[in-house]
């Protein structure tokens, strides 16, 4: 049954529901009016019943006669004895059954259903001349129940109808309201995954569908950029490992006698191969970073992470490196991750510095900022933004050669937007070149909430039988 109402198309569903809703609707209201209607045209027959009674009361006290003969058609007045027999009526209820069982409650209106005039409401007195006697007094209420059962025919017809006509008005403003959605789903089924520069129409309503069409128009428009990055990726990609790969082939197709030549080309092949395996390595770790999931939350010490590559790079190169300004400073990451940033970082001041390296951690409210600045050239301001991009190697006055796979600062880019971060490049106190990496400050959990962490100690298990958060993998 589910399978059935999940087919129906949006509109259909709305449609039906209105129709259960309309049909509701009427038949209480038209129940209820009906009833109203009838207990009103009731009412007024008994008020007249009982003024009835107060004037045969009236005359039959005052000694005259009750006039049988004459009177309404609609009013039937019988005299009853005490053992139920009609002993006297009005020519109207000439041969009729009693209306009404002497001994009742005097005044009281009561219905009864005769044959032959149908449904009755009658009111009893006692004869004032003879007490034995009981005066009933009757009317018919059967135009009563001609009304209602007009009324009900009336409201049978409104049901059907009105509901109809409600339907038809709900199905129209339904469709008209939804076709932009149904333009919306046009375009969209008509994207060609080689070309989404295509867009969804904006009805311009300022509504609910407005937004949904300004909100899908973003979506394409980022899902369009992300493939032509993608298709740049590839394209890139493509080109950077070409080179190495053409360059072993060609080294392995040389055939030379000499043992000393062939040594060298061996060599050169293997260091071709080690450049192709780097770059792969990249690709790796910048897809990793790009598919990084939730944000870290484990507590690292960037400070301590810095001093430890400034110590490892002052033992590998010539130059000076200088952590003078290096201070506190923990945010919320994951160490390897972190730590390969400050490798990237490193690697390219080394590649243009000429004497200095400069490490710099210190915190701003909730901004720790990390500085890693060379005394080299420095970059053309119109290259700044370029030297996050993917692939994207400069010739440049730096160093007279093309730097690098151009892998390196994209995957700093990737990680520290994944770490809620910003890298830039920014003027440098030497002159150099100065990235500016910004991350949030660890902030602690609140003691409302605790962490797993703290869940897992207080239940006595040790963190060598979970795992540590964020330790290594």
Do not use: K
């Amino acid at each position: 049954m589910r399978a059935r109402t999940g087919q129906l198309s949006v509109r259909l569903r709305i449609t039906a529901g209105a129709l259960v809703v309309a049909v509701g609707a009427i038949t209480v209201a038209g129940m209820i009016a009906v009833r109203t209607i009838e207990h009103e045209m009731t009412s007024q027959v008994d008020t007249t019943l009982r003024a009835d009674a107060d004037f045969t009361r009236r005359l039959l006290t005052s000694g005259n006669q009750l006039p049988m003969a004459e009177g309404p058609t609609d009013t039937y007045v019988q005299f009853i004895d005490p053992e139920g027999t009609v002993v006297a009526s009005g020519t109207s209820a000439h041969g009729l059954s009693a209306f009404a069982v002497p001994g009742g409650e005097p005044g009281t209106i009561t219905s009864v259903n005769e044959p032959a005039l149908g449904r009755l409401r009658v009111i009893t007195i006692p004869a004032p001349s003879d007490a034995r006697l009981t005066v009933a007094i009757a009317r018919s209420v059967e135009n009563v129940a001609a009304v209602r059962d007009a009324m009900v025919e009336l409201l049978v017809a409104m049901v059907v109808g009105g509901s109809g006509l409600f339907c038809l008005m709900v199905w129209l403003v339904v469709g008209r309201s939804l076709r932009p959605v149904e333009q919306m789903r046009q375009s969209v089924d008509d994207l060609d995954d080689r070309d989404l520069r295509s867009r969804v129409p904006v009805p311009g309503t300022q509504d609910e569908l407005d937004r949904l069409a300004r909100t899908l128009n973003n979506l394409l428009e980022r899902l369009e950029d992300s493939v032509e990055r993608e298709h740049r990726f590839v394209a890139d990609a493509s080109h950077d490992l070409r080179t190495p790969l053409a360059a072993v082939r060609a080294l392995l197709e040389t055939e030379s006698s000499d043992p000393a030549l062939a040594v060298l080309t061996r060599a050169d092949a293997l260091a071709r191969l080690d450049q192709l395996q780097a770059v792969v390595d990249q690709l790796l770790t910048l897809a990793n970073a790009d598919a990084a999931a939730a944000p870290p939350t484990t507590a690292v010490d960037l400070d301590e992470l810095v001093l430890g590559q400034a110590r490892a790079l002052a033992r590998s190169t010539h130059l000076r490196v200088d952590t003078s300004r290096v201070s506190g400073g923990q945010v919320a990451g994951r160490d390897t991750d972190l730590i390969r940033v400050i490798e990237n970082l490193a690697s390219n001041a080394v590649r243009y510095a000429a004497t200095t390296i400069s490490f710099a951690v210190h915190q701003f409210g909730d901004t720790v900022v990390l500085l890693v600045d060379d005394d080299g050239p420095g970059i053309d301001p119109a290259d700044r933004d370029r030297v996050f991009e993917r692939f994207q190697t400069f010739d440049d006055a730096r160093t007279h050669t093309v730097s690098g796979s151009g892998l390196g600062l994209a995957i700093v880019t990737s990680i520290v937007e994944a770490h809620g971060g910003t890298v830039s490049v920014v003027d440098g106190p030497g002159g150099g070149a100065c990235f500016e990496v910004r991350f949030p400050a660890y902030q602690p959990p609140s003691p409302e909430r605790p962490t797993l962490a703290g869940t897992v100690r207080g239940l006595g298990l040790a963190g060598s039988d979970l795992g540590e958060p964020g330790g290594t993998r």
